[in-house]
């Protein structure tokens, strides 16, 4: 798997259709309709997120890993 930052796994969540909720400190909240789920996604700038949490956050999203 290769690395992501925030900025573009944000543009993959809203792609998927989820829906930024709101903004607290350096974290994007995500929800989508339908769905208790919320997705908190770390927004440093350009910097790289951690394997695991990308995998994590894919998996509550219900995304594919192949489609980074």
Same mark, same amino acid.
């Given at each position: 798997?290769?690395?992501?930052? =925030? ?8 792609? *998927? !259709?989820? +829906?930024? @909720?709101? $903004?607290?400190?350096?974290?994007? /909240?995500?929800?989508?309709? =339908? ?8 927004? *440093? !700038?350009? +910097?790289? @997120?951690? $394997?695991?949490?990308?995998?994590? /956050?894919?998996?509550?999203? =219900? ?6």
């Amino acid at each position: 798997m290769k690395s992501i930052n =925030g900025r573009n796994l944000v543009k993959l969540l809203e792609h *998927h !259709g989820w +829906k930024l @909720l709101r $903004i607290t400190g350096s974290h994007h /909240i995500y929800g989508k309709k =339908g769905s208790e789920i919320r997705i908190s996604v770390p927004f *440093h !700038g350009d +910097k790289a @997120l951690k $394997i695991g949490l990308v995998k994590n /956050i894919l998996k509550l999203a =219900g995304i594919n890993e192949k489609e980074l």
